[in-house]
């Protein structure tokens, strides 16, 4: 069983900058393909960012792309989302979750294929 614990949100303006991380405990952090999803009121659950559990695969939503960054730390258990020149449509719950993986390229966008998920962090950018 694996436990994900995000953090890191919170309320910023458009423009600025947050990180969020994801501490994983319980299991074997490298043998998970991560990735950070969000979801805003009304919303279906959006996955912005994904990696392998090589971290050599990454995926990012084109509404992301060259803004938002994913990395993992594999001996620190940690995966992050490094967010920048964030902006309103931004605003959401965040979510990291974990799927078992014995490729170290695989990713998968579906969230039903995830198996654990943490509780997650709210991100708010103002206008």
């Known amino acids: 069983q694996v436990q994900l614990v995000e953090s890191g949100g919170g309320l910023v303006q458009a423009g600025g900058s947050l990180r969020l991380s994801c501490a994983a405990s319980?299991?074997?952090?490298?043998?998970?393909?991560l990735g950070w999803f969000r979801q805003a009121p009304g919303e279906e659950r959006e996955n912005v960012a994904r990696?392998?559990?090589?971290?050599?695969?990454?995926y990012y939503a084109d509404s992301v792309k060259g803004r938002f960054t994913i990395s993992r730390d594999n001996a620190k258990n940690t995966v992050y989302l490094q967010m920048n020149s964030l902006k309103p449509e931004d605003t959401a719950h965040y979510y990291c979750?974990?799927?078992?993986?014995?490729?170290?390229?695989?990713?998968?966008?579906?969230?039903?294929?995830?198996?654990?998920w943490g509780q997650g962090t709210q991100v708010t950018v103002s206008s």
């Open positions: 990696t392998s559990r090589s971290g050599i695969t990454r």
């Open positions: 979750a974990a799927k078992y993986s014995d490729s170290y390229y695989y990713t998968v966008g579906n969230p039903y294929e995830y198996d654990y």
């Open positions: 319980g299991g074997t952090f490298s043998s998970y393909a």
